[in-house]
């Protein structure tokens, strides 16, 4: 079993940063890929970022990459995602998933209630 909890996130100007983390309890989590989704209003959950259990292998969506980071650490349990130049379109409740390394939500056990991002132009 594995409990998540987001936070970080709030209410940004285009252009700025948001740095989310995700905290993680139970003693599995360390050992599955850990991905940050986001859903926006009247959208499907779509993936951002996925890192796999020791970070050594990531994956970003295009939408993002470039201009986002995923780390994980591993002795702090946490997991976190660095978003630069952010735009309106970004607005979405993140949400941090353990599981496989995966892209697909559907893989994905654990989840995390969500931390809002909103970006205003």
């Known amino acids: 079993q594995v409990q998540l909890v987001e936070s970080g996130g709030g209410l940004v100007q285009a252009g700025g940063s948001v740095r989310l983390s995700c905290a993680a309890s139970?003693?599995?989590?360390?050992?599955?890929?850990t991905g940050w989704f986001r859903q926006a209003p009247g959208k499907e959950r779509e993936i951002v970022a996925v890192?796999?259990?020791?970070?050594?292998?990531?994956y970003y969506a295009d939408s993002v990459k470039g201009r986002s980071t995923i780390s994980r650490d591993n002795a702090k349990n946490t997991v976190d995602l660095q978003m630069n130049s952010l735009k309106p379109e970004d607005t979405a409740v993140y949400y941090c998933?353990?599981?496989?390394?995966?892209?697909?939500?559907?893989?994905?056990?654990?989840w995390g209630q969500g931390t809002q991002v909103t970006v205003s132009s």
């Open positions: 998933a353990s599981g496989p390394y995966s892209s697909r939500a559907r893989e994905y056990v654990y």
């Open positions: 139970g003693r599995t989590f360390r050992d599955y890929g």
């Open positions: 890192i796999s259990w020791a970070g050594g292998t990531t």
